[in-house]
Every structure is written in C-alpha cells, then in structure tokens.
C-alpha cells in the first residue's frame, strides 16, 4: 500500500494544574499530530510531545520532519523499518519528533490489515491496564487534596513527585498516606534530586508508610550512587533518565544499579527502540515499567497497545496524564475505575477530530 499523503497539525494543550516536580514546572504541553493517508483513503494517526524545557526544539523539529519526510509519498507503508531509518539518518536533533511518524507508519499498516496495533506488534496479551497516577509537588494540602480526588476517582495506585527536601518529602508524603488511606499502593519519584546518603536516608523514612518502589533517586548520571540506594534500601528502585537506549540498560545491569527501568515512547524514540530496550532488559533480569508524562490520548494509547503486546513488563502503568490536561483533539480513550482499556478497533482504535 503507498502512502499518498503526510500532515503535521501544532497544537497546545493546557494543564488543569501546574506541573511541578524536582526538576522542572509547567503549565501546557505542545503536541504535535500527524495525518498519514494510505493510497485506499485509510488514515494512520501519529502524535508527540516535547518537555516543556524543550519548548524551542518544537517548531524547528517538525520543519526538519516535514522537509525529511516528502520523500516517503509513494513508498509502501509496510517498509516502516526502511523509511523510518531513512528519515532518522536525516532528522537528528529530534528523537521525541520521530516517534509521531513511526506511530502513524505503523497504525496505517494495523488498519490496512484490519488487526489492532497490538496484534500488529506481536499479540494483545492484555484487554486492560491498571493505571499508576502521578502526582505532582505542590503544597501539604493540595498533595493530599488532590491524592483523595484520584482515589475517590478509582486509582489505587498513586506515584507522587518528591525531591523538595527530606523535611518537605516527609511532611508531604505522611499527609498523602493519610488522605487516602492504606490500602492505595505508593511509588515515589524523586526526578534525580538528592545524592545516594539523602536518597537513603529519605526512603527509609517512608518506607514503614508503604513506599514501594522508588524512581530515579539520584542523578542519571550517578550509576554508582544509585546501586548504593539500590543496595541499601527495600522499596524497588526503578531507572528512567538513566536509560535512554539499551547499552544504557547494560550500565544499570552490570552496576546492579537497579531492579527495574521505565520504559518511555517518547523518551527512548518510539515503539521499535522501546521494544529493543525491553529485549535487553528481560535479558539481563531487569523488570520494566511502562512511564509517562503529560500528553495527548494519542501517545497514551499506543502505549497501551504497546504494554499489551510486550511481555516483561510489570504494572500499573503511568498512561492516564491526559486527564489532566485540556484541548486534546483525541477522542475515545477514558480512564474508568483506575483502569483503562486497550482500545479495539484497527491500529491505535481512536479517532482524531481535525
């Protein structure tokens, strides 16, 4: 089937609440939609998002995809693998831009043959995924606020941002743990914020309130550091921006750095290289953690096609963040009960209202 067509939509989505965490603050997300139409009229959808630090690579980065990407009208969609390392050889700079393209590549191909796009990438092994909701830094009370309204919403899983200081961490955390309860499961997410002793020291604090795995507790860059928590500590110690490909996953491994990594489609570059992570990982005993941030249904519902296709990944999965933003032009994918469902339908199974 060739591709006939390919267009980039801009657009911004607005946060409910500003986005606070360790190591940066925000207050909208800018997206990026891709129409790609099939030479029968199908349309294969593709969406990203930048990190709000990276809001001046935005404009730039779709002007390099539009110009790559000219040449791939006319090509067969099922040649992705080709196309996609043709335009990576000639897009550099924009890792997070590329995986717009791969993923609509790849939903054409599932509608063209009528299958999801998990069963496209290798099985649908799960109808349905828990979700782990993230909450952001704010103050003692909007944390635990905001942590009773995801509970009384259905989520029993809640990852809530730290690094503000041990005190402030503390204080914060107990206050959460009390507005909701114990039977809601906790992970903590220090964005790299304390060296390897005050990480310790921190999470040993709030281990006896529940804590069960902790994120990225000290820079990325200090592998050393992290083993020390890694070692010292009994919550589960998951690796994020210490991972970004997977010689990054042999470090971690090698270092006894961690237990688990999280795995990202924005962050690592797209399905195919996420897949090639989550390989390296079962390989080396390293359980992976299907992360997120703020962005459209979009990115979100590949994401769970791409959890129910791969085996070696463990729940609940941070895939709902779209809920806390307004202006998303994707329609038909909603967290009910703390869970949501892989969508049916071919490819992603959700529609796009431009």
Not at 29 to 39: A, D, I, R
Not at 105 to 119: E, H
Not at 170 to 176: G, I
Request: aromatic share 6%.
């Amino acid at each position: 089937m060739k591709i006939a067509n390919i267009a980039f939509f801009p657009h911004r989505l607005k946060r409910k609440y500003r986005w606070q965490t360790a190591s940066y603050a925000a207050d909208g997300v800018q997206v990026f939609y891709v129409k790609l139409q099939g030479e029968n009229g199908l349309i294969g959808l593709g969406a990203t998002s930048v990190m709000p630090k990276e809001d001046a690579t935005f404009q730039p980065g779709i002007d390099a995809l539009k110009s790559a990407t000219q040449t791939i009208v006319g090509c067969d969609v099922f040649d992705f693998d080709s196309l996609m390392t043709d335009i990576e050889r000639k897009v550099r700079g924009y890792p997070r831009h590329l995986v717009a393209v791969e993923m609509a590549l790849l939903d054409l191909a599932a509608k063209i043959d009528k299958v999801s796009l998990s069963s496209f990438l290798g099985g649908r092994n799960h109808e349905s995924i828990p979700v782990l909701k993230m909450l952001g830094m704010g103050s003692t009370e909007f944390m635990a606020g905001r942590a009773a309204q995801f509970v009384q919403q259905g989520y029993r899983f809640l990852k809530i941002k730290l690094g503000a200081g041990p005190a402030i961490d503390l204080e914060r955390f107990k206050a959460v743990r009390e507005a909701v309860g114990s039977s809601v499961n906790f992970t903590a997410d220090f964005n790299g914020a304390y060296d390897a002793p005050t990480a310790i020291r921190v999470i040993e604090q709030l281990t006896p309130d529940g804590l069960t795995m902790v994120e990225q507790p000290v820079p990325a860059d200090d592998i050393a550091g992290m083993a020390l928590v890694t070692q010292a500590v009994q919550p589960l110690v998951l690796a994020d921006q210490s991972v970004n490909n997977p010689a990054d996953v042999a470090k971690i491994a090698d270092s006894r750095a961690a237990k688990a990594v999280s795995i990202k489609l924005l962050k690592l570059g797209g399905i195919r290289k996420s897949q090639a992570v989550v390989k390296a990982c079962v390989s080396m005993g390293l359980a992976c953690h299907v992360g997120g941030t703020g962005t459209t249904r979009l990115v979100e519902a590949a994401q769970a096609h791409f959890i129910s296709a791969t085996p070696g990944i463990i729940g609940p999965s941070e895939i709902a963040e779209f809920e806390e933003l307004d202006g998303d032009l994707v329609d038909g994918f909603e967290v009910v009960g703390g869970v949501l469902r892989v969508p049916d339908g071919p490819g992603l199974g959700v529609g796009l209202a431009i």
